[in-house]
């Protein structure tokens, strides 16, 4: 299933605006700068600051559980490392596939969003679903990835939010 949904994602690449759609909001990820820049604004704003605290705190544990540990772990290649023959829309990454650390970080900040802020919440997650396809759709993911990040990216959301 993994490598039928990569492969079918790219019979879409004739689209010029969903590449490009999917190239900003798969950049807008990297290093989770979109995240850290929404926490750095909420933190400014009195009412926000325990929400901002928590992104931060998830965002951070996603990082540590995702990137550096399982990653380093699991040592899964990328669908466009398995498949070099593919040409792809953006550099390949240099580090692992599994779990996929753009989505589990950005459904650990969603969920926390949407715990303290739902209308907010929805919001995020509509962009974290959108970060996990786009990393599909740009063959650097197996599906697999993704919903691994994406359960993983929850359950941290809701376990800093308890704390």
């Not at 492969?7 to 850290?36: R, T, V």
């Not at 929400?51 to 540590?64: C, F, G, K, P």
Request: proline residues 3%; hydrophobic residues 50%; positive net charge.
């Amino acid at each position: 299933m993994d490598i039928f949904v990569s492969f079918q994602m790219l019979h879409y690449y004739k689209k010029k605006w969903l590449n490009e759609m999917m190239m900003l909001i798969s950049s807008c990820g990297d290093f989770g700068m979109s995240w850290l820049i929404i926490i750095l604004v909420t933190n400014n704003i009195a009412s926000m600051h325990d929400m901002s605290v928590d992104m931060l705190v998830a965002l951070l544990i996603a990082t540590l559980i995702g990137q550096v540990t399982i990653k380093t772990i699991v040592k899964r290649k990328r669908p466009c490392q398995e498949f070099q023959n593919v040409k792809i829309l953006i550099p390949i990454p240099s580090d692992y596939s599994f779990p996929s650390s753009h989505t589990m970080t950005s459904f650990a900040c969603s969920t926390v969003i949407m715990l303290y802020y739902p209308i907010l919440g929805c919001i995020g997650a509509i962009y974290a679903i959108l970060t996990g396809l786009s990393r599909i759709y740009l063959f650097v993911h197996y599906l697999s990835d993704v919903i691994v990040g994406t359960v993983l990216g929850i359950i941290i959301g809701f376990i800093v939010f308890i704390l």
